[in-house]
């Protein structure tokens, strides 16, 4: 995993802050890869948040927090919820491949 014990606390964090305690966040694209080099952070966030507003509230809140603690970074989030009618193919990939943080 190519990320530092600090940014891993960092995007803990602000997933439970911004998610709700129960968040669960999974790193992985190239970043999960200790093989890769460069590339943006992926993560799956799995919330038990329903309401979409709530939602994307809780993305913007999360990049704000996550960008002012570790710099800018570019992160790309899936976010799944109870309720979520479409699952695209990278989701599956994520769950797959990925690492808990």
Aim: charged share 30%; proline share 5%; net charge neutral.
């Amino acid at each position: 995993m190519r990320l530092t014990a600090q940014q891993r606390r960092v995007i803990r964090r602000a997933a439970l802050d911004c998610f709700g305690p129960e968040a669960r966040v999974t790193l992985f694209g190239s970043r999960a890869d200790d093989t890769a080099r460069g590339g943006d952070i992926d993560l799956l966030i799995e919330t038990r948040i329903t309401d979409p507003q709530e939602i994307v509230n809780a993305e913007i809140r999360f990049q704000v927090q996550v960008q002012q603690a570790i710099g800018e970074q570019k992160i790309d989030l899936l976010v799944n919820y109870p309720g979520r009618r479409e699952h695209p193919p990278i989701f599956a990939i994520a769950e797959r491949t990925g690492v808990r943080l």
